[in-house]
């Protein structure tokens, strides 16, 4: 058993990256067998599920979408806020039920919750009926616990600085856009954030091996890749042969995929080069998501973000002149310790400005081991409730607008499936991210189309196939 320590996952040594080459572990010991796995969190979890399930695929095992259908279930977690760790611990409930009828039930959590001291902790303590606990470091490990299970429950996180796995196998949940990690962990530290606790140091993949994972997406026919990192501006600067996130931008554009997009740029560290670019290169989509996370320059500095209002807003205006059409999205903090109506205004105020295209605000949420969490904090829930709601009217109606911008407007759109709300329907996103069903044939998806748009809602578009040639 090795449960997770926070003060050791805080540390930052001198100790050097392994870049270590993973081998699938093959067995038929689950064949007949169904998994059940539930997903919560940003887009690294989303992309780490796709390994969980090429190892339990490797075992033998076979998806279900029914939870009470499933022999093995498995729970990738997240620890960004109370409410996911809710949540979680809510279905947990479900699941000692479950177990309870079906004596044979494996049940597997991942993720950031059990980096964090107390809840493995609690697990221990208070759910014995979980069979398996694994972390961020060591999902490649899975496949041998779950071979390895006996009566014990077998709880596996490690508080370690971190690696990099190589020749990692994914089960892609589409075969049009895929995700391809380019680093791993944070080294940040905002004042109010757990990554850095749960995902360990900053550490990139080398350049080459992500060229390689993106050649062969090409090759396999992919659409469109997503470059996921918590703050892939700082890619690269961890490596022995430094490289810039500019520089691997430009290799993977010219591989030729035809949509590249990346995720999170933090404002800190957005250099010049990065822009142009992105202005230069066709294939690098026009958006930006750029978390904000407060307006006040104050507050900014309790939060450890290292730039002020007036920095990023100067920052925000060169994308804009800078690159054409592009949209921009941000993240927002509301109720940040000590936050006054006056900081919040600097908030409003940048949202003015900006006028975003989309945004997801959060309630201030203190995490167990964040500076922030010890901060004083006077301000009644019922104000921060009340400057959410003012900061998501204020949101929406930018966000309205914008989408009411496209209408008339003839644009590409890589469709990606039938539409939930209409199965006459495709959807899929244009270059600027924003959601569009269409009225087209399935034959169409998979491929950029032209579509003019007819209607904007606030968080979507629809339209149809236009049937002129776009360039
Ligand atoms: N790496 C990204 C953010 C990842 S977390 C970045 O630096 O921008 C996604 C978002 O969750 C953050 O942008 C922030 O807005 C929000 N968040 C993180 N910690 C939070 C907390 N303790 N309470 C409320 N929201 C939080
Ligand atoms: Fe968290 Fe800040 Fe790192 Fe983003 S940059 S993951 S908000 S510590
Ligand atoms: Fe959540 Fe971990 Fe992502 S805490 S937001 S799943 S990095």
């Not at 075992?59 to 029914?66: A, I, N, P, Q, W």
């Not at 995902?199 to 997406?217: H, N, Y």
């Not at 310790?337 to 605000?361: H, I």
Request: charged share 25%; proline share 4%.
């Amino acid at each position: 058993m090795n449960l997770p320590n926070m003060l050791d996952a805080k540390v930052r040594g001198k100790s050097k990256v392994q870049y270590i080459q993973q081998e699938p572990l093959i067995s038929n010991r689950f064949q007949g067998k169904k998994y059940f796995i539930r997903t919560y969190g940003c887009q690294m979890n989303v992309h780490d599920s796709e390994e969980i399930v090429a190892i339990v695929e490797n075992l033998g095992f076979t998806s279900v979408d029914v939870m009470e259908e499933a022999d093995l279930v498995l729970l990738n977690t997240c620890a960004i806020r109370e409410n996911a760790h809710d949540k979680v611990f809510g279905y947990l409930g479900r699941l000692k039920h479950l177990k309870r009828e079906k004596k044979d039930l494996l049940i597997a959590i991942g993720g950031c919750m059990p980096q964090q001291s107390s809840v493995a902790e609690e697990i221990l303590k208070k759910h014995p009926y979980v069979d398996i606990v694994f972390g961020t470091h060591n999902i490649h490990e899975l496949g041998r616990m779950i071979l390895e299970k006996n009566e014990k429950q077998n709880i596996n996180v490690y508080s370690i600085e971190g690696n990099v796995y190589e020749n990692v196998m994914y089960k892609r949940d589409s075969s049009i856009t895929a995700w391809v990690n380019i680093m791993y962990g944070c080294d940040k530290f905002c004042t109010y954030c757990i990554v850095p606790y749960t995902r360990g140091r900053q550490r990139s993949r080398e350049m080459a091996q992500i060229l390689e994972e993106v050649r062969d997406l090409k090759e396999k026919g992919y659409q469109e890749i997503t470059l996921l990192g918590q703050n892939v501006n700082a890619y690269g600067k961890d490596l022995e042969e430094p490289v810039s996130f500019a520089t691997l931008l430009l290799e993977v554009s010219k591989i030729g995929i035809p949509r590249v997009r990346f995720v999170t740029s933090h404002p800190w560290d957005f250099t010049d080069e990065m822009i142009d670019i992105i202005a230069k290169c066709d294939n690098v989509m026009p958006y930006i998501h750029l978390p904000l996370q407060s307006g006040s320059s104050r507050i900014l500095k309790l939060m450890g973000r290292r730039y002020t209002k007036a920095e990023y807003l100067e920052l925000f205006e060169k994308m804009k002149k800078r690159i054409p059409n592009v949209a921009i999205t941000t993240d927002i903090i509301v109720g940040f310790p000590g936050e006054t109506e006056e900081d919040f205004q600097d908030t409003l105020d940048v949202v003015n400005s900006c006028q975003y295209d989309g945004a997801f605000t959060f309630l201030f949420s203190p995490r167990e081991g964040t500076p922030a969490s010890k901060m004083e904090d006077e301000t009644p829930i019922a104000i921060k409730e009340e400057r959410l709601h003012r900061l998501n009217e204020l949101i929406n109606s930018y966000s309205n607008q914008k989408n009411q911008e496209y209408v008339g407007k003839v644009v590409k759109v890589l469709i990606q499936g039938t539409s939930e709300k209409d199965p006459n329907k495709v959807y899929g996103y244009t270059e600027t991210m924003k959601l569009v069903n269409v009225v087209a044939s399935k034959d169409m998806i998979g491929k950029i189309i032209p579509v003019l748009i007819t209607d904007a809602k606030s968080f979507s578009l629809d339209g149809k196939m236009e049937e002129v040639v776009l360039n």
